[in-house]
Nanobody, 122 residues
Framework: VQLQASGGGLVQAGGSLRLSCVVS????????MGWLRQAPGKQRELVAA????????FYPDSMKGRFTISRDNAKNTVYLQANSLKPEDTAVYSC????????????????WGQGTEVTVSS
């Protein structure tokens, strides 16, 4: 399974970005998907997770309200809409996939993309 994330870039505080992740080499609808991020000097953290068909989503409390995860199984793509961005959201955002349970902790995903960098200026 290969994952290719895109959509990162430089954005001003208060702005928005939409990240995309295209998945190939597997049956996309069998995969639970997640977006995770890692800022310099910090541990990787889960931003959002979504179930195989998209019916269920999970956001840690710290991520609720500004991030929205979605998926299009016809396009083998998962998205992350990020709104009202803050400088502290600056990080490398990666998409990840797992078989079995659709939701997992940051270290429990089976497949990873290379990440896309998001920089939020103040």
């Amino acid at each position: 399974v290969q994952l290719q994330a895109s959509g990162g870039g430089l954005v001003q505080a208060g702005g928005s970005l939409r990240l995309s992740c295209v998945v190939s080499g597997g049956t996309f609808s069998d995969l639970g998907m997640g977006w995770l991020r890692q800022a310099p000097g910090k541990q990787r953290e889960l931003v959002a997770a979504i179930s195989w068909g998209g019916e269920n989503t999970f956001y840690p409390d710290s991520m609720k309200g500004r991030f929205t995860i979605s998926r299009d199984n016809a396009k083998n793509t998962v998205y992350l809409q990020a709104n009202s961005l803050k400088p502290e959201d600056t990080a490398v955002y990666s998409c990840a996939a797992r078989r079995g349970t659709w939701y997992a902790g940051p270290s429990e995903y089976h497949f990873w993309g290379q990440g896309t960098e998001v920089t939020v200026s103040s």
